[in-house]
């Protein structure tokens, strides 16, 4: 955990805080994400040569930007001036708003070139620079968000951060020239002071990084406390946890159905599912969930899941997808299904490239549809999703006042009081469902058949039309990591729904990653690509969350190469991340000399902490293989994080899916029988009926997969047909129960 800490740069560090990509309130009609004017005037900087869409969308600003790396950094020293190291996503609304304010100005470039060298930098690209200068904005201001602006020394030491700062002085909020200004002028009448300033602060947030795990011992009370964490944090009228703006936040989810499996009899272990289950149907039937097209939207801004933060994320769909199977697996409830597939479908029609990687996210934002704006140059949030009850009366005829009544769509628009402080719904639906399936039959005296099948073919129809609108941006580069987090999901769909297209598509994407994001003599992995692989080498989450894919993949397709994949590339993040000292995993490799922290992710958000999922994948692993040392790198992981494990554990809801393991009884299951064969087929899909953490499932194929595993596990090596038959062999720490052909008996074993 970070301390808190404050410097007193001559009154130079001004509090601008920010939630996530909500950086600060201006007008939404604001951003071009690349202007046609300055287009037009001819600038280009160095962001052209890049790969990454963020950084090419300030291609032709007229700020002179640098990438990040030696150059600018070069520059800096030899002019001795301040960096101002600007940090977003090409999918966030305020980096495009003041991108449109300040950075398209030809005024406050003039400002900017002639003082600063200014860097650009993509945070999904390099989230180890966005990390160190996250750390530190938050540590002196309170807060933090997107855009993230941090004035450096020359050698990269942070001296004042904020985020999003308007054009002019407004909100409390100090305008971005004069921010400027007063800033080159401390620089210049006060610099010893502040280069000292620098180093003490990069001193702190080193001290702050380098402290001894905690003393304490994690035992199954740190999930109790979790739980009551969470339970205290929950809305039980709405779902969600917390007040708004209401996050996913699906690692969250994850923990609370194995919390429910550890015990499912409990009153607390039922109400730990009664939350997951009952936030699941929320988000569903709000407007985070986009009904016409599919897939989730980053956020709501209400706490009713109502009007949404409309960009979408790969790494959001990834986990959510997961969450409903869960969801499904336990209740057998058809409509978490629906959901999963919803999301998955989504994915594969409009996030997939031809050559099969999954691309990072769509924008908020989208040109706005009118006639004083043939070219589209006007945007707004929202703008492709939203509808005007004549668009939607006029397109569905005699069904629109179904779907109108389902939806909740209303003539002057349906965003509730407080959820729309910009006016930019006004008169605009956002489709929520608002009344159930058996309550729209009953109102309309219907079957709900017939409600399900006009509903259907009423989505279809303005999905075609809405098909015509122009899209949002699509940022089509590839990240390891979130392409980990999707094969993930396709490969649990493929097991859970018995669906092999799903795993078709998940081993198209692994295809994709091994052979485009790897690379066989160095055995390392790549960040991301786009068009070609990109120069900056994987972090931890993108080995972890890989990892993880790949063996839900072996798991899915009992393709050995997968697993053969997966140990490799744990092994070379054991090798570049893992703290032999402390246990866990720093998030960067420390081969980059200009990121002057290594730092470790202690909190699982948006996105889970790298350690986390790597303790886990190493359960996994030990479990395959029967290897101690591989369970003891583990526990010293998650050990690493004792300190908040005690103190807040609901802060890594992930982490304690890996200590529920680690305290647990792990199960093997070991199917032996020819992977193709019709028996083997059905004890697999009866597997794969029941919600089973903590759970590996191997096969004994008497082939490849069975010879390597056995070479490695000798219990694996004996495993064989019962009387010619499949076979499931179910066993804690491979002493294995007698061994089972009967799907009856089988599913009486797993229920144990």
């Excluded at 970070?2 to 990509?21: K, Q």
């Excluded at 607390?268 to 989730?296: E, N, P, Q, S, Y």
């Excluded at 499932?697 to 694996?716: C, M, S, W």
Aim: charged letters at 25%.
């Amino acid at each position: 955990m970070i301390t808190r800490f404050r410097f007193g740069i001559l009154a130079l560090v001004w509090s601008v805080t920010a939630n996530h990509n909500d950086a600060g309130p201006t007008s939404v009609d604001a951003r071009r994400a690349e202007s046609a004017a300055t287009k037009m005037s001819g600038h280009t900087n160095r962001l052209a040569h890049e790969k990454s869409p963020y950084l090419l969308q300030h291609a032709h600003n007229p700020v002179d930007w640098y990438p990040w790396g030696e150059e600018a950094f070069a520059k800096a020293r030899r002019e001795n001036k301040p960096i101002f190291l600007s940090v977003g996503y090409s999918t966030c609304h305020w980096c495009h708003v003041m991108a449109h304010e300040s950075f398209e100005s030809e005024e406050v470039a003039a400002i900017m070139n002639r003082e600063f060298v200014n860097i650009k930098v993509d945070r999904e690209e390099r989230p180890d620079v966005d990390r160190v200068y996250m750390t530190f904005v938050q540590a002196t201001t309170g807060g933090g968000g997107w855009p993230m602006s941090v004035w450096l020394t020359p050698d990269l030491k942070p001296f004042v951060g904020g985020t999003y700062f308007p054009p002019e002085e407004r909100y409390g909020q100090p305008a971005f020239k004069k921010v400027l200004e007063r800033i080159a002028t401390a620089w210049k009448e006060d610099h010893d002071k502040i280069v000292g300033q620098g180093s003490k602060i990069v001193e702190a947030l080193r001290e702050s990084q380098s402290a001894a795990p905690g003393e304490g011992k994690i035992d199954v009370s740190v999930a109790d406390a979790a739980y009551r964490q969470i339970d205290r944090s929950h809305d039980p009228k709405e779902g969600g946890f917390g007040n708004a703006p209401k996050f996913p936040r699906p690692v969250t989810l994850n923990f609370l159905t194995r919390f429910y499996a550890r015990d499912p009899k409990t009153d607390t272990g039922k109400h730990a599912l009664d939350m997951a289950l009952f936030t699941l149907r929320k988000m569903a039937a709000g407007g985070m969930h986009d009904h016409v097209g599919g897939g989730f939207h980053r956020y709501s801004v209400d706490r009713y899941w109502h009007v949404p933060h409309f960009e979408k994320m790969l790494y959001d769909q990834a986990q959510l997808a997961v969450a409903y199977l869960d969801a499904f697996q336990i209740t057998k409830d058809k409509q978490y299904e629906s959901v999963a597939r919803d999301i998955l479908d989504y994915v594969a029609r409009d996030m997939t490239s031809k050559e099969g990687g999954f691309f990072s996210a769509e924008d908020a934002d989208s040109p706005v549809v009118g006639v004083d704006d043939p070219g589209h140059k006007k945007t707004a949030e929202g703008a492709f999703y939203i509808w005007t009850k004549k668009e939607i009366d006029d397109a569905l005829g005699e069904a629109a006042e179904i779907f109108d009544f389902h939806y909740g769509v209303q003539a002057h628009g349906n965003a509730p009081e407080g959820s729309d402080p910009h006016d930019e719904f006004r008169g605009k639906n956002i489709l929520i469902e608002r009344h159930t399936i058996a309550e729209t039959a009953r109102h309309f005296k219907k079957s709900e058949a017939e409600i399900v099948k006009v509903l259907a073919q009423s989505r279809q129809k303005l999905f075609a039309i809405r098909a015509q609108r122009p899209r949002p941006h699509l940022d089509d580069k590839i990240i390891a990591a979130w392409n980990g987090l999707m094969i993930s999901a396709f490969a649990r769909a493929a097991q859970v729904l018995d669906d092999s297209r799903y795993l078709e598509i998940a081993t198209r994407a692994a295809n994709f990653l091994r052979g485009n994001l790897y690379e066989e003599k160095s055995k390392l992995l790549y960040r991301n690509y786009r068009g070609s692989r990109s120069g900056v080498e994987g972090f931890a989450d993108d080995y972890a969350f890989v990892v993880q894919g790949l063996l839900d993949l072996y798991e899915a397709s009992f393709n050995v190469e997968w697993l053969k994949f997966a140990t490799e590339l744990q092994a070379t993040q054991d090798r570049l991340f893992f703290d032999e000292k402390n246990g866990g995993y720093f998030s960067a490799s420390g081969k980059d000399a200009s990121v002057f922290l290594r730092m470790k992710d202690d909190n699982d958000g948006a996105e889970p902490a790298a350690s986390s999922i790597a303790a886990l994948n190493l359960l996994r692993l030990s479990q395959m293989y029967d290897d101690p040392k591989m369970a003891e790198r583990a526990k010293k992981t998650i050990d690493a994080f004792a300190t908040i494990l005690l103190q807040f554990p609901s802060g890594m809801p992930q982490m304690l899916v890996a200590v529920e393991n680690s305290l647990g009884k792990p199960r093997q299951i070991v199917i032996a029988g020819k992977k193709d064969s019709s028996e083997t087929k059905a004890l697999l899909k009866e597997v794969h009926r029941h919600f089973l953490p903590n759970t590996i499932v191997i096969l004994a194929d008497a082939n490849e997969g069975q010879k390597y595993l056995g070479e490695r596990n000798e219990a694996v090596r004996a495993m064989s047909l019962v009387e010619g038959k499949p076979a499931v062999y179910v066993c804690e720490n491979f002493t294995c129960k007698a061994p089972v052909t009967d799907l009856k008996q089988l599913s009486d074993l797993l229920k144990l």
